[in-house]
């Protein structure tokens, strides 16, 4: 080939280059768009048929996309407003394309693009949050939006705690029962089937959760259906829970083996899981603790999952830990302790997440009492009581029970009362300021922020374990 060419010369390299088919840069273009609004933010996502430049500016509630060389797709239809979205129109100008997103009053913006993963191609993400809750984006990656600082001025915590405690929002909890249609799970000597006592026994504790003030219940499975595993921790973080609890009935060879455990993620879980969100683009794009590790390099992103999976392990542990003790009071054990293991289930980086296996359905006397309507009751209460003694001590902040416990130590009288008025309260309760907790922090390191003892802190917080839950509020005591 070189000596033909070097035989041609230039006309024959021209005529030769006349010959070649062309190919022009591609444009890409907005295939389609699609809006998720959840409590705590709402996501925009434009699927692209292939990578693009944009740009990102706005103008008071108007939010602009400037992609360069694009256009919209035959049949492009615009989502109808939900959320913090309230509609969208397009301008094309120039070879650029221009959308334009109506947020509602307020609302920051935070955007990035994905490449293709999966059944997904690339896509153009938009997220809007409420007002002050994230950084407004300024169209470069890298951006930490929704992280805040880790603590706030006296005036500033007042007025924060008040808004945070005003809504007073149910804590979610998702309650999975195992197995599930063509999965039958283990069976009893009696031929009794797991998923069926799964099943009776998360419905049970669904039923108690909502009977809570301040609690609200979310079924993975309703029926005798069957849900892959991973999908079962996604639907929890797709309803925002705030915990994760998957029930189970244990088996053992030898039907001698009897008493309920209670489990949580293993270090090995732990780590291998960490490795799987920093090299899957579609897990990093999703939002871990309200921050998207998209656009982080890997040493931010690995720190940030890192403390986010610290803080969650450490959760479940109190959990389980609470709902072992109770399950202790309604009968045998299998051992005194939380263990722990790396089932696929209890892998969610950023929901606290546990399993308990109620019985030994191998054991002929247990699987008689997991049949047992009145036993599955009472096991659901027991577990109950440990969710809720958890909730109790570390309250997520702006829930029912963030407001109790800021009525019990005195800084709040009402639901109602305005937030100018909470200075005078903190000094009538002897608490000098609010503090809420970031991911990482432990009472240690915020007792020694203040100048107080961890002691002082858990009296005036009235806490019965060192376990602290990121978001929460903590009054900070004088002296």
């Known amino acids: 080939m070189t000596r033909t060419l070097a035989r041609l010369g230039n006309l024959g390299l021209v005529a030769l280059a006349a010959a070649l088919p062309l190919c022009p840069a591609q444009a890409a273009d907005v295939q389609a768009a699609r809006v998720w609004a959840g409590p705590e933010y709402t996501r925009v996502v434009f699927d692209l048929s292939g990578p693009v430049h944009y740009k990102l500016s706005r103008d008071g509630d108007t939010i602009a996309l400037d992609l360069d060389g694009s256009g919209l797709a035959r049949g492009f239809d615009v989502p109808a407003a939900q959320g913090l979205y309230q509609g969208l129109e397009s301008d094309k100008a120039g070879g650029e394309l221009r959308l334009l997103t109506r947020a509602t009053d307020g609302a920051q913006s935070k955007s990035f693009l994905l490449k293709p993963s999966g059944e997904h191609g690339y896509r153009l993400v938009l997220d809007l949050y409420p007002g002050g809750d994230a950084s407004a984006d300024d169209g470069k990656p890298g951006a930490l939006a929704g992280i805040k600082p880790t603590h706030n ?33 283990a069976h009893g000597p009696s031929g009794t089937q ?17 009977k809570q003030p301040g609690m609200k219940a979310v079924l993975t499975r309703d029926g005798d259906s069957f849900i892959p595993l991973k999908r079962r921790y996604q639907i929890a ?21 009897k008493g309920s455990s209670v489990w949580v993620l293993s270090p090995r879980g732990k780590t291998s899981e960490a490795a799987r969100w920093l090299a899957d683009r579609e897990n990093r794009a999703d939002l871990i603790g309200g921050v998207s590790l998209d656009d982080k390099d890997d040493s931010l992103a690995a720190v940030l999952l890192d403390l986010q999976q610290g803080y969650a392990i450490q959760a479940s542990d109190a959990i389980a830990g609470n709902v072992l003790k109770a399950l202790a009071k309604l009968g045998p054990t299998h051992r005194g302790y939380v263990e722990h293991a790396n089932f696929v289930v209890l892998r969610s980086p950023d929901v606290p997440s546990i399993l308990v296996e109620t019985a030994f359905i191998s054991n002929p006397t247990e699987e008689r009492k997991l049949r047992d309507p009145k036993h599955q009751r ?3 209460e027991a577990v109950m009581g440990g969710v809720r003694n958890y909730f109790e001590a570390t309250p997520p902040p702006g829930t029912w029970f963030a407001a109790q416990a800021m009525r019990r130590n005195g800084t709040l009288a009402s639901t109602a009362r305005p937030a100018t008025s909470m200075a005078s309260a903190r000094a009538d309760a002897n608490v000098r300021d609010l503090h809420r907790v970031e991911r990482g922090e432990n009472l240690g390191s915020i007792a020694r922020h203040y100048g107080v003892s961890v002691r002082a802190l858990k009296s005036a917080n009235r806490m019965s374990s060192d376990a602290l839950q990121a978001g929460a509020v903590l009054a900070i005591p004088a002296g």
Not at 237 to 257: K, L, P, T, Y
């Open 194 to 210: 797991e998923k069926d006592v799964t099943l009776a026994v998360a419905r049970a504790l669904a039923d108690e959760i909502n």
């Open 153 to 185: 001025s006296v005036g500033a915590g007042a007025k924060q705690a008040a808004a945070l405690l005003g809504g007073e929002r149910k804590v979610i909890v998702a309650v999975d029962a195992g197995h599930g249609g063509v999965d039958p799970g």
């Open 237 to 257: 973080r797709e309803q925002n829970a705030d915990m994760f609890v998957s029930i189970h009935a244990d088996s053992f060879r030898s039907g001698d083996a």
């Open 378 to 380: 009472k096991l659901a």
